[in-house]
């Protein structure tokens, strides 16, 4: 596979870091990060750091961050990507309403498919699978992005 795209790997206090597995959780799940607007490594710093104080998930390892450049529409900035491993215990639906929840609080646009935005999140595997009209469980394409698979194999955890 060929790493057009990919840019460079970026580190810093909470990407990558390894936090462990606890007891009690029903389900893991692997959340994508992206954005392209903004200081994006801080707004994805403050995400974790939310995710880490909400009880409902335990988060088990970030991935380091990845620079690539933009797919679908791309006459934009170069986007930051990383992935994060959590556990739950969630269903999927209720994960994904969360998650839209965190990228309304750091202000996520939707303006058009594929747009510039500040946060965006997506359950990319989870260990159930979901098919319906508002949500596919693993992600559709999710086995082709650079944006994805890059930063899963740098994980330990996995």
């Not at 791309?74 to 969630?90: G, Y």
């Amino acid at each position: 596979m060929k790493l057009n795209g990919a840019k460079e790997i970026k580190r810093d206090h909470f990407f990558p870091r390894y936090f462990g597995f606890k007891s009690g959780f029903k389900f893991s799940a692997i959340i994508g990060l992206g954005g392209n607007i903004g200081d994006t490594r801080v707004r994805f710093d403050r995400f974790l750091v939310s995710l880490m104080k909400d009880r409902r998930f335990s988060v088990v390892e970030s991935s380091p961050m990845l620079v690539n450049k933009a797919f679908g529409y791309i006459l934009q900035a170069d986007f930051l990507n990383a992935v994060v491993h959590i556990q739950t215990s969630l269903s999927p639906k209720q994960l994904l309403k969360i998650l839209h929840h965190y990228e309304q609080k750091f202000k996520r646009v939707r303006s058009f498919k594929n747009a510039p935005r500040t946060l965006d999140l997506d359950i990319l595997y989870m260990d159930t699978k979901v098919k319906t009209d508002g949500l596919c469980v693993p992600h559709l394409g999710v086995n082709e992005r650079l944006s994805v698979i890059v930063p899963l194999g740098l994980m330990r955890s996995l």
